[in-house]
């Protein structure tokens, strides 16, 4: 399918970040049982409920757009997950899993805030500038629930390395 505007450029993305949320919630379930360090397992249980919001907010935007849920597949995610997947399995010492983990579940935090980062600036420059098709995207609606995830997963962010230094890399190190 060719892309011809940024309105379908922007839904291109929506549906990459679709594809890529619910790899993530089934990856986090996956590290939740591999991690063993409790506070750990309890970030990414809160994280996974902030997860399966985040996707429902996504069904929101898509039908805002008059579109029905759909993802594309997302080889950057599927990377990043199989790329961790590949290191936790050479890992044996448990401390040391909990950090790979911590850094993997990271790693995927970050490529969420700079697709979000991205959808919020096109969902506010295309409800802005385009007039007639203001009402079609939405407008601001969609920039606030994109903002709203946004936040979450700079939140995320935050904690992970929070929990990280306090922590998880000083008990494996
Ligand atoms: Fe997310």
Same mark, same amino acid.
């Given at each position: !399918?060719?892309?011809?505007?940024?309105? #379908?450029?922007?839904?291109?993305?929506?549906? $990459?970040?679709?594809?890529?949320?619910?790899?993530?919630?089934?990856?986090?379930?996956?590290? !939740?049982?591999?991690?063993? $360090?409790?506070?750990?397992? $309890?970030?990414?249980?809160?994280?996974?409920?902030?997860?399966?919001?985040?996707?429902?907010?996504?069904?929101?935007?898509?039908?805002?757009?008059?579109?029905?849920?759909?993802?594309?597949?997302?080889?950057?995610?599927?990377?990043?997950?199989?790329?961790?997947?590949?290191?936790?399995?050479?890992?044996?010492?448990?401390?040391?899993?909990? =950090?790979?983990?911590?850094?993997? =579940?990271?790693?995927?935090?970050?490529?969420?805030?700079?697709?979000?980062?991205?959808?919020?600036?096109?969902?506010?420059?295309?409800?802005?500038?385009?007039?007639?098709?203001?009402?079609?995207?939405?407008?601001?609606?969609?920039?606030?629930?994109?903002?709203?995830?946004?936040?979450?997963?700079?939140?995320? $962010?935050?904690?992970?390395?929070?929990?990280? #230094?306090?922590?998880?890399?000083?008990?494996?190190?």
């Amino acid at each position: !399918m060719t892309i011809q505007s940024m309105n #379908e450029l922007f839904h291109h993305e929506l549906q $990459d970040i679709y594809y890529a949320e619910n790899q993530i919630a089934k990856s986090l379930s996956e590290m !939740m049982d591999q991690a063993t $360090d409790a506070a750990l397992v $309890d970030n990414f249980e809160h994280h996974l409920e902030d997860t399966h919001e985040q996707i429902k907010r996504l069904e929101q935007v898509f039908r805002a757009l008059g579109q029905s849920p759909k993802g594309v597949t997302c080889q950057a995610i599927l990377g990043l997950i199989e790329e961790s997947q590949e290191t936790l399995r050479e890992i044996e010492d448990e401390r040391v899993r909990d =950090a790979a983990i911590l850094a993997s =579940a990271q790693a995927m935090e970050r490529y969420e805030i700079t697709r979000y980062g991205t959808l919020v600036a096109w969902a506010d420059q295309l409800g802005r500038t385009i007039g007639a098709d203001q009402t079609a995207l939405g407008g601001l609606e969609i920039v606030d629930l994109l903002q709203l995830t946004l936040d979450e997963e700079k939140n995320q $962010d935050s904690r992970l390395t929070a929990l990280a #230094e306090s922590r998880i890399n000083r008990l494996a190190a």
